[in-house]
């Protein structure tokens, strides 16, 4: 066993606090990482205070994982010692079933497993990023391309790729008009990669006062949702709305800004529900969907585009003790874009 260094919830109510952990013996294609950047989510925070139900403490969150390989075990392949990699959301999954074998493990039918919070298939809890090192399944481990910095690489595993896997999935292209709700941490990603990927991007925020930070990202256009002349003005525009919002918006109003067969994708994840009036739908033809993150193989594809296309997160690399004070921001969308832990200040 090792012992790491870790920040950790001990409660829903209780702030973060510095922890050590054990990290398993390495199994035959396992690798030990030893991580440098650690990404907050506000999936962490949502997770941290139960808003999607009882999380088991201690609790050490963090799915935005971007370190280097210091160890593996006798039969791993993909990996060596010294590769940059990342590890993202999940840390295994059943690799049997039709998602698995299509190689979109996060939809594996038997659950995957997340990379902290759950049980993974020895029983034991995974513990995540905020920490100096994890031990992962070498499958479960992504390169991180040579053209990309680790502190704003991390970010990619999971607000990086829970936007590129829509925006692929549902065709953001030159030609396509594609809106992003929320400019937090998938926000500015997804217009970064939307507009990378030729699309015509709109950002929708709650007030005007990251504009100019919007239009340097990449996006054409910025509107408030706050005025509501905005919802009159875009009426049946957007062939793709993402919503990343974390917390209950005005679904329908939302869907209204669709064009006719247009798609409004959600990966915000707010702990309360939506409500949706399928006359919000059924003129127009109009879908209201879902993403959870994206597999390892298009992780891995999204990571290239990103280097290719000169992409990293806009990122405020924070000691752990600023742990507590960024989820605070975070929750106040006062994050430009995303608050990135360096783990060296962990011990
Ligand atoms: P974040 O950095 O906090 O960004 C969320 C943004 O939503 C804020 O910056 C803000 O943007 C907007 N917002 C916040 N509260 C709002 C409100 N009450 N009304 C309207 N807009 C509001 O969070 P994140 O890390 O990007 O995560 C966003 C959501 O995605 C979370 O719910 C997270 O759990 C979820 N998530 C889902 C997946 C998945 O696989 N589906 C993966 C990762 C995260 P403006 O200031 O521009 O309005
Ligand atoms: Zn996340």
């Not at 260094?5 to 013996?25: D, G, K």
């Not at 199994?27 to 440098?36: N, P, R, S």
């Not at 506000?42 to 370190?67: C, K």
């Not at 390989?69 to 791993?76: A, H, L, N, R």
Request: overall charge negative; charged content about 20%.
């Amino acid at each position: 066993m090792l012992t790491a260094h870790a920040y950790a919830a001990t409660s829903a109510t209780e702030p973060l606090a510095p922890m050590t952990i054990q990290r398993r013996e390495l199994g035959a294609h396992d690798v030990l990482i030893e991580i440098k950047y650690a990404g907050i989510c506000h999936s962490d925070i949502h997770t941290v205070r139960g808003d999607w139900g009882p999380a088991s403490y201690p609790l050490v969150p963090g799915h935005e994982i971007a370190g280097v390989v210091t160890e593996i075990g006798p039969q791993v392949t993909k990996h060596a010692v010294g590769d940059r990699v990342g590890v993202g959301c999940m840390v295994n999954s059943c690799r049997e079933c039709a998602s698995c074998r299509r190689g979109e493990e996060q939809y594996c039918l038997k659950g995957m497993t997340g990379t902290y919070g759950a049980v993974d298939r020895d029983g034991t809890i995974t513990q995540g990023g905020y920490s100096s090192h994890v031990v992962v399944a070498e499958d479960f481990v992504v390169t991180i391309p040579d053209a990309l910095e680790l502190d704003v690489a991390a970010p990619l595993l999971c607000a990086g790729i829970t936007t590129y896997s829509p925006l692929n999935h549902w065709g953001a292209a030159p030609g396509k008009k594609v809106a992003v709700v929320g400019l937090g941490g998938l926000g500015h990603m997804a217009v970064k990669i939307a507009a990378a990927m030729g699309a015509e991007v709109t950002v929708l925020s709650q007030s005007l006062k990251k504009q100019e930070d919007g239009l340097r990202l990449g996006a054409e256009h910025y509107y408030a949702t706050s005025d509501p002349t905005t919802f009159e003005q875009l009426a049946g525009t957007f062939d793709l709305i993402l919503n990343t919002v974390s917390a209950q918006i005005d679904l329908n109003a939302y869907l209204s800004l669709l064009a006719v067969d247009g798609a409004m994708v959600n990966v915000g994840a707010p702990a309360e529900p939506l409500s949706l009036q399928v006359f919000s739908l059924i003129p127009g033809r109009k879908t209201f969907a879902g993403s959870m993150i994206g597999g390892i193989r298009e992780t891995q594809e999204m990571l290239d585009f990103c280097a290719e296309h000169g992409i990293g997160a806009e990122i405020e690399v924070i000691p752990a003790e600023k742990i507590n004070d960024a989820y605070e921001r975070v929750l106040a969308s006062d994050v430009r874009y995303r608050f990135v832990i360096d783990t060296a200040t962990l011990s």
